[in-house]
Structures are given as structure tokens and as C-alpha cells.
């Protein structure tokens, strides 16, 4: 069974940093990429960033361009989030979530695994 387990959440001011982590584990041979999606209270979960294990393919939602660095380490099954120059409206809870497809990963329905999310929370 495939789990994914996030965390590094928390409290920043605005502009500060946060470091994200999500582990996989389990069966994951048959994966091909991992994203990251946020869901802020009363609004839609939402595309954030995705990554191929191989590193090859990266996809940045426009809000968070130039800001917010995905990243992985096969070795460790881990996927990661820089979060930098944060803004209130980045204020969500962050999601992983593992996908066996080859397209379509800025969309929620492609994406077959998710974890329990983590809580980042941005104070002016």
C-alpha cells in the first residue's frame, strides 16, 4: 500500500520561508510524478507544483512561479517544497499526491495517492 506522509508546515510571517516534505512509501514502482496542491479554507484544492521521479519534468502553477522550488531524492522517496517570499494568500494546507500518469498533472483526478496535508499559515 502506498502511503505519503507531508510536513514542515507551520507559522511564517510574510515573506519568510518554509522547507516541505513528502515521503512515499510503499509499492511505488509503477509512479511517475509527485505534486503538490493546496486547499485554503472555502476555496478549491489547487495545483501548486509537480515533479517526474526523474527529474526531467517540472510544472509551476503561475501563482507561485519564482517563488516556490520542487525538488526530489529518489534514494530517499522523498519530494520536496521551498516555499520563499510567501504571501497571505498562500495561507492553505499542502498536499502531496502520487500519480501513475504519463499527462495531466495540474489535475486533481490524475493524481491516484494523497497524503493527510500540512498546515502553512502566513501572518502579515
Known amino acids: 500500500q502506498v502511503q505519503l506522509v507531508e510536513s514542515g508546515g507551520g507559522l511564517v510571517q510574510a515573506g519568510g520561508s518554509l522547507s516541505l516534505s513528502c515521503v512515499v512509501s510503499g509499492r511505488t514502482f509503477s509512479s511517475v510524478a509527485v505534486g503538490w496542491f493546496r486547499q485554503a479554507p472555502g476555496l478549491e484544492r489547487e495545483f501548486v507544483a509537480a515533479i517526474t521521479w526523474s527529474g526531467s519534468t517540472i510544472y509551476y502553477a503561475d501563482s507561485v512561479k519564482g517563488r516556490f522550488t520542487i525538488s526530489r531524492d529518489n534514494a530517499k522517496k522523498m519530494v520536496y517544497l521551498q516555499v520563499n517570499s510567501l504571501k497571505l494568500e498562500d495561507t492553505a494546507v499542502y498536499y502531496c499526491?502520487?500519480?501513475?500518469?504519463?499527462?495531466?498533472?495540474?489535475?486533481?483526478?490524475?493524481?491516484?495517492?494523497w497524503g493527510q496535508g500540512t498546515q502553512v499559515t502566513v501572518s502579515s
Open positions: 499526491a502520487l500519480t501513475e500518469r504519463i499527462a495531466g498533472w495540474r489535475l486533481m483526478r490524475s493524481y491516484d495517492t
